[in-house]
Nanobody, 121 residues
Framework: QVQLIESGGGSVQAGGSLRLSCAAS????????MAWFRQAPGKEREFVGR????????SYADSVKGRFTISRDNARNMVYLQMNSLKPEDTAVYYC??????????????WGQGAQVTVSS
């Protein structure tokens, strides 16, 4: 069982930036795909983006493409979500997840506790 702990959430004004961190308690984090999801109030959890085992490949939801960047440091068992040009509609609880691909979609297998991100206009 992988334990994931997110940190770095908070409140920011529109146009601002935040970086979320995810610490994974696994000996070989380089063996797993990692992803970020988010859930806004009253909405279903949605895919934000994912990163390959080596970090050489990433993909993002259209809503965040060009503004968000996922990176990882396998030596430190860490995954990051850099969020720039934040918009009020980015307000949500953000979850780090171990992920796998199903067809053209990515699904979370193990989840962190979530980090609240609030963007004010």
């Amino acid at each position: 069982q992988v334990q994931l702990i997110e940190s770095g959430g908070g409140s920011v004004q529109a146009g601002g930036s935040l970086r979320l961190s995810c610490a994974a308690s696994i000996r070989t984090v380089s063996d797993i795909h990692m992803a970020w999801f988010r859930q806004a109030p009253g909405k279903e959890r949605e895919f934000v983006g994912r990163i390959s085992r080596s970090g050489g490949s990433t993909s993002y939801a259209d809503s965040v493409k060009g503004r968000f960047t996922i990176s990882r440091d396998n030596a430190r068992n860490m995954v990051y979500l850099q969020m720039n040009s934040l918009k009020p509609e980015d307000t949500a609880v953000y979850y780090c997840a171990v992920a796998h691909q199903e067809g053209s979609s990515w699904r979370g297998d193990s989840w962190g506790q979530g980090a609240q991100v609030t963007v004010s206009s």
